[in-house]
């Protein structure tokens, strides 16, 4: 009996997240006799605790011990665990099939049980095929909801959405993985397992998706829980996904911490996924042009799936297309292409058939990737649909390509993406250049400013080129107020009286973020390039007839 309670307080310190009390508890009861419902709790403590390794050790004794005695459900559990350690942790696809095969034989003919829907699960979060993927995610669902076991069927419900966004369906995809989120959130699951399950696959869904809104809001919910938690192995696929969200809305400072962060927090745990963060990281580094760092941070993952993109990326920085489109090939043979995971692959496709010459080629990448973006109905594939289009245009030489650019422009704008804005100003310029060539220098400068407030020196090369080639200077122009929008000007006049980003944001009801590009935009249209310059020249303008928000400011007297 004393053995038997000591296994489960610990069972329930587990449950509960506290670690270290069921690292303790585990450890006394082995003191006492080699369990495996023992050894697969020390597993599961240590393996939260961040040592993975010594995790996997002991759940496979555990398994071991199991199966000797004939405990086939618990075998096939931990087996499923085990085959999904194998494949995030070590990277070691033989081993993680073996494990899964052999958690399919353990439980083919039991009675239905919770096990062989955690099973279903593991299946569908190993699988490329979206179909596939949703299939098995509705079976763990249905299963859950007949063993009235609300753990199963959520997450069956959180992969069920990722399914459906993987396929392009991301509203109704985004549905349930919001639904699973709330459920998550509002303390109805009974297992961090699940509650992990379900925040790994909303995060995954909202990058492939491009819903950084999302993914930034529900970010800070999941490592608010990870750090309240104390789950070590959680953060490193926050900061992943947080240094993406960064790097895509032009913070590459702090989105260079993130990444950094989530390398050395991989060098810990789940190692083979740590090419995962080498990777973004490297994408960034190409985007700021700092082209032999992305090398060295790439070296000896050239054929890795996760790095396909940052592969490509550099192989075009590096002008060598026939590297990118070799790469881009084999995954887009492995993903298929009519899959949400295919649209980020052709867009790369595009960019390297066009450095290749070969504008059929480019044509039809730009054309799968509209036919991928109406069947999601998503605003940024939408936008990344026209720009690719638009740059085949220009390759072609048709006249459509500065309406498409113009059109890029606008919805990289509206969904405050600085860099592909000003990727679309570049082409817009180029696109302008013989037809509207004062179009074009205004188009060239705004992306040069753009690109240098980023820090994307390569880049800004290309535009300080072009600018010198539509025969105007780089130099910073006449500081004139022209061309500014109202909201830009209520902006500016906060900007002049020292406010900071955040307290702008809060007087005009807007984001951050928004008050970010406002201030990027006006330094564009200005010919400024820092903020203290920003706020001289609000200084120098005359006063406004009316003030710019009815929203007292701090030490107005205004109640």
């Known amino acids: 009996m004393a053995l038997r309670g000591v296994v489960a307080d610990a069972n329930a310190a587990l449950d509960r997240g506290e670690w270290k009390a069921a690292k303790a508890g585990f450890e006394t009861a082995l003191g006492e006799e080699q369990t495996p419902e023992a050894l697969d709790g020390l597993g599961q403590a240590l393996w939260w605790l961040n040592n993975l390794h010594a995790g996997i050790e002991l ?38 099939g073996g494990w899964i095969q052999r958690a399919d034989t353990l439980l083919a003919d039991l009675a239905p049980c919770a096990e062989q829907g955690w099973l279903l699960v593991m299946k569908a979060a190993m699988s490329m095929d979206p179909a596939a993927v949703q299939d098995l995610a509705a079976q763990a669902m249905a299963l859950g909801r007949s063993l009235e076991d609300g753990d199963l069927e959520i997450v ?10 993987g396929e392009g369906r991301i509203a109704d995809g985004m549905a349930r993985l919001d639904e699973a989120m709330a459920a998550a959130t509002g303390g109805e699951l009974s297992s961090l397992w699940a509650v992990s399950d379900v925040y790994c696959n909303t995060l995954l869904a909202c990058e492939r998706a491009g819903d950084f809104e999302r993914a930034e809001q529900w ?30 809305s032009g913070r590459w400072g ?73 790469v881009l090939r084999r995954r887009l043979a492995q993903v298929g292409r009519n899959t949400l995971l295919a649209f980020p692959l052709l867009t790369l496709l595009t960019d390297a058939f066009l450095q290749q010459g070969d504008i059929g080629e480019a044509a039809n990448a730009a054309d799968q990737m509209a036919h991928l973006e109406k069947t999601s109905g998503q605003q940024l594939m939408g936008a990344e649909a026209t720009m690719a ?25 509206s969904l405050e993406l600085p860099w592909e804005a000003a990727q679309a100003r570049l082409g817009l ?15 060239a400068r705004l992306a040069l400013a753009a690109f240098e407030r980023l820090g994307a020196a390569r880049l800004a090369d290309q535009a300080a080129r072009l600018l010198r080639d539509l025969g105007a200077g780089t130099a ?34 807007i984001s951050p973020r928004t008050v970010e590009h406002h201030v990027g935009s006006m330094l564009g249209k200005l010919t400024l390039k820092t903020r203290p310059q920003l706020v001289a020249h609000a200084l120098r303008r005359p006063p406004p007839a009316v003030p710019p928000t009815a929203v007292p400011l701090p030490g107005s007297g205004q109640k």
Not at 227 to 248: D, K, N, W, Y
Not at 429 to 443: D, F, G, I, N
């Open 59 to 96: 759940r496979e004794r555990a398994y071991a011990g199991y199966k000797a005695l004939g405990m086939r459900a618990p075998a096939g559990r931990v087996a499923t665990w085990l085959g999904g350690e194998y494949f995030t942790v070590h990277g070691n696809l033989a081993a993680a």
């Open 156 to 165: 069956g419900l959180s992969a069920l959405g990722l399914g459906l966004v």
């Open 219 to 248: 970010c800070s919910v999941v490592m608010e829980f990870a750090r309240r938690r104390a789950c070590q192995p959680m953060f490193p696929f926050c900061h992943v996904t947080f240094g993406s969200i960064l790097t895509a």
């Open 254 to 326: 702090e989105a260079e911490v993130e990444l950094e962060l989530a390398v050395r927090t991989f060098d810990t745990g789940h190692r083979a996924m740590r090419v995962l963060a080498l990777a973004r990281l490297a994408e960034l580094r190409v985007r700021q042009g700092r082209i032999p760092e992305a090398e060295e941070l790439l070296n000896g993952y050239e054929e890795h799936p996760l790095a396909v993109r940052a592969i490509a990326r550099l192989s075009l920085a590096l002008g060598d297309p026939v590297t990118a489109v070799s």
């Open 389 to 413: 289009r638009a740059k085949v245009a220009l390759a072609a030489g048709e006249p459509s390509a500065a309406d498409g650019f113009d059109r890029a422009v606008a919805a990289f704008l």
């Open 429 to 443: 310029a180029r696109a302008a250049e013989a037809s509207q060539p004062e179009m074009a220098r205004a188009e």
């Open 476 to 509: 910073p122009g006449p500081r004139s107020g022209g061309g500014l929008t109202s909201r830009e000007a209520e902006v500016l006049e906060l900007v002049g009286l020292g406010l900071s980003n955040a307290e702008i944001a809060e007087r005009l009801f």
